[in-house]
Protein backbone atom coordinates (compact mmCIF):
# COMPACT_ATOMS: atom_id res chain seq x y z
CA UNK A 1 0.00 0.00 0.00
CA UNK A 2 2.65 2.69 0.85
CA UNK A 3 4.47 1.89 -2.47
CA UNK A 4 1.62 2.56 -4.27
CA UNK A 5 1.17 5.85 -2.08
CA UNK A 6 4.21 7.31 -2.37
CA UNK A 7 4.60 6.30 -6.00
CA UNK A 8 1.43 8.32 -6.97
CA UNK A 9 2.40 10.96 -4.99
CA UNK A 10 6.05 11.37 -6.31
CA UNK A 11 3.81 11.02 -10.02
CA UNK A 12 1.86 13.54 -9.11
CA UNK A 13 5.04 16.12 -7.91
CA UNK A 14 6.44 15.16 -10.91
CA UNK A 15 3.39 16.03 -13.48
CA UNK A 16 3.23 19.40 -11.38
CA UNK A 17 6.94 20.38 -11.70
CA UNK A 18 6.68 19.19 -15.54
CA UNK A 19 3.40 21.45 -15.95
CA UNK A 20 5.23 24.18 -14.47
CA UNK A 21 8.51 24.25 -16.19
CA UNK A 22 5.81 24.39 -19.26
CA UNK A 23 4.02 27.11 -18.52
CA UNK A 24 7.24 29.12 -17.38
CA UNK A 25 8.94 28.45 -20.88
CA UNK A 26 5.55 29.43 -22.47
CA UNK A 27 5.68 32.45 -20.73
CA UNK A 28 9.52 33.65 -21.94
CA UNK A 29 8.97 33.29 -25.33
CA UNK A 30 10.48 36.54 -26.76
CA UNK A 31 8.50 39.31 -28.44
CA UNK A 32 9.37 38.21 -32.02
CA UNK A 33 8.42 34.79 -32.08
CA UNK A 34 4.78 35.47 -30.51
CA UNK A 35 1.78 35.62 -32.75
CA UNK A 36 -1.58 36.77 -32.09
CA UNK A 37 -2.55 33.11 -32.23
CA UNK A 38 -2.50 32.01 -28.72
CA UNK A 39 0.14 28.74 -29.16
CA UNK A 40 -0.04 27.78 -25.79
CA UNK A 41 -4.31 27.66 -24.73
CA UNK A 42 -4.91 26.03 -28.46
CA UNK A 43 -1.61 23.46 -28.05
CA UNK A 44 -3.74 22.92 -24.17
CA UNK A 45 -7.00 22.23 -25.90
CA UNK A 46 -6.11 20.13 -28.42
CA UNK A 47 -4.33 17.64 -26.13
CA UNK A 48 -7.10 17.88 -23.96
CA UNK A 49 -9.48 16.32 -26.82
CA UNK A 50 -6.95 13.87 -27.95
CA UNK A 51 -6.31 12.63 -24.33
CA UNK A 52 -10.20 12.62 -23.74
CA UNK A 53 -11.33 10.50 -26.41
CA UNK A 54 -8.38 8.06 -26.43
CA UNK A 55 -9.97 8.04 -22.93
CA UNK A 56 -13.31 7.67 -23.90
CA UNK A 57 -12.44 4.74 -26.04
CA UNK A 58 -10.74 2.45 -24.02
CA UNK A 59 -13.49 3.16 -21.90
CA UNK A 60 -16.55 1.85 -24.22
CA UNK A 61 -14.30 -0.96 -25.82
CA UNK A 62 -13.76 -2.46 -22.23
CA UNK A 63 -17.46 -1.60 -21.14
CA UNK A 64 -18.52 -3.43 -24.49
CA UNK A 65 -16.13 -6.11 -23.81
CA UNK A 66 -17.87 -6.91 -20.19
CA UNK A 67 -21.53 -6.56 -21.51
CA UNK A 68 -20.51 -9.75 -24.02
CA UNK A 69 -19.11 -11.52 -21.36
CA UNK A 70 -15.42 -11.43 -22.38
CA UNK A 71 -13.24 -9.83 -19.54
CA UNK A 72 -10.24 -7.50 -20.63
CA UNK A 73 -7.17 -8.10 -19.14
CA UNK A 74 -5.82 -4.72 -18.05
Do not use: H
Not at 14 to 19: D, G, P, R
Not at 29 to 51: C, H, K, R, T
Amino acid sequence: RWISFVGSLSALAVMTLISVGIGAAFSRVPESLQSSLPLGEVAGVALLVFFGVKALKVGLGRAAAVSCGRFVAA
